[in-house]
């Protein structure tokens, strides 16, 4: 797998879940042991489809786009079938008015139940942490608001800005793989990348602790481009979050 392709494809879609969604047309049809999901893309549409956990079928029965996945780049003009394999991710763009049909194999007709079945990301990775970890929308307002532990002294090479994930996000314009980017939580204050670092699945940053604080590394080259950070892996070495969400 290129792992960079596919942290890339995850970026953009954390950039267009903060954008306007547009309202696609889906035609859901069932026969003995087989259910074809058929989704209508209009020309010009850009669309992330969830990570699959099972080898299926698809058609292209009408149109032309252009599709990536960790493998790469190929344009599909119809008629076209192609197979997508477990642990695959695709972003499309639909360069005319498009019709995309997946196939798989299930006796459920409960469509809700089948993405659950068949989709690996069917919530946002967010939402999905926050389920791993019970955390409920008080919970999180509280973590967030904290304004005690606060020190919002700027950091040498990052800028906060409006994020395409959520709200305000930390920008750099260039740090190296492995590189120290600074700290998140400083003689037991957050920084601004403690409070403003968005989450990502495949980030681009990973905590480590020293004593009592915590650092961020770069774990990719980072370009004029948000610093992120899977909020697990802030949980698993912060004891006071622990403590916060009972973990502990």
């Not at 956990?53 to 790469?72: D, I, M, P, R, W």
């Not at 763009?93 to 997946?102: E, G, L, R, S």
């Not at 980072?222 to 912060?238: A, G, K, L, P, S």
Request: contains cysteine.
């Amino acid at each position: 797998m290129n792992v960079a392709l596919q942290s890339n494809i995850y970026k953009v879609q954390d950039m267009m879940l903060a954008m306007p969604q547009a309202e696609l047309e889906v035609s859901h049809h069932f026969a003995d042991g087989i259910y074809a999901r058929e989704l209508f893309i209009p020309a010009g549409v850009c669309l992330v489809g969830a990570l699959h956990k099972t080898n299926h079928l698809f058609t292209v029965s009408q149109g032309e786009c252009l599709a990536v996945t960790h493998e790469g780049k190929e344009e599909i003009k119809a008629p076209y079938m192609g197979q997508t394999q477990p642990g695959m991710k695709r972003v499309i763009y639909a360069i005319t008015d498009t019709v995309w049909t997946t196939f798989h194999v299930t006796e459920e007709t409960d469509v809700d139940k089948i993405a659950e079945e068949i989709l690996e990301d069917y919530l946002s990775d967010h939402e999905s942490f926050k389920r791993e970890y019970n955390i409920t929308e008080d919970m999180e307002s509280l973590i967030l608001q904290t304004v005690n532990d606060l020190d919002m002294s700027d950091i040498d090479g990052v800028k906060l800005e409006s994020s395409g994930i959520d709200g305000i996000g930390v920008f750099a314009e260039k740090f190296i793989k492995g590189e120290k980017i600074g700290y998140a939580r400083l003689n037991n204050k957050r920084t601004i990348l403690g409070r403003y670092t968005n989450h990502a699945k495949y980030s681009n940053a990973y905590p480590v602790k020293e004593g009592e604080n915590i650092l961020l590394i770069s774990s990719a080259d980072i370009n004029n481009e948000e610093i992120t950070v899977n909020y697990r892996d802030m949980i698993n070495i912060n004891e006071e979050l622990k403590v916060m969400l009972c973990l502990g």
